[in-house]
């Protein structure tokens, strides 16, 4: 099984991006799915996740409202739509993955998940 993510890059604050992970070698519409981050000298952040059936989403404070987490099942692929990005955003971005997540929970730690992907560099400029 393998989780791939692109779509990081550099953009000025206040501005756009979307991540996009895609799986393979697994079920994946049997997956809750989440997005982590993780900046210079800090944790793996829980930042965003949405439920195996899609029906439940869960976002950090920190970007409620701004940051939005969506899946396409036909395309195995999970996304992380990203907008009025700020410099504290700045950091390298991994999709997680855990059979029959239901997102119940209030956050998540990296513990909760056993599939990771690469991870991908996102850097906001001020």
């Known amino acids: 099984a393998q989780m791939v993510e692109s779509g990081g890059g550099l953009v000025q604050a206040g501005g756009s991006l979307r991540l996009s992970c895609t799986a393979s070698?697994?079920?994946?519409?049997?997956?809750?799915l989440a997005w982590f981050r993780q900046a210079p000298g800090k944790e793996r952040e829980f930042v965003a996740a949405i439920s195996w059936t899609g029906r439940r989403t869960l976002y950090v404070d920190s970007v409620t409202g701004r940051f939005t987490i969506s899946r396409d099942n036909a395309k195995k692929t999970v996304y992380l739509q990203m907008n009025s990005l700020k410099p504290e955003d700045t950091a390298v971005y991994y999709c997680?993955?855990?059979?029959?997540?239901?997102?119940?929970?209030?956050?998540?730690?990296?513990?909760?998940?056993?599939?990771w992907g690469q991870g991908t560099q996102v850097t906001v400029s001020s």
């Open positions: 070698g697994r079920a994946f519409a049997l997956d809750g």
């Open positions: 997680a993955a855990r059979q029959f997540l239901d997102v119940t929970s209030s956050s998540y730690s990296e513990a909760d998940f056993g599939s």
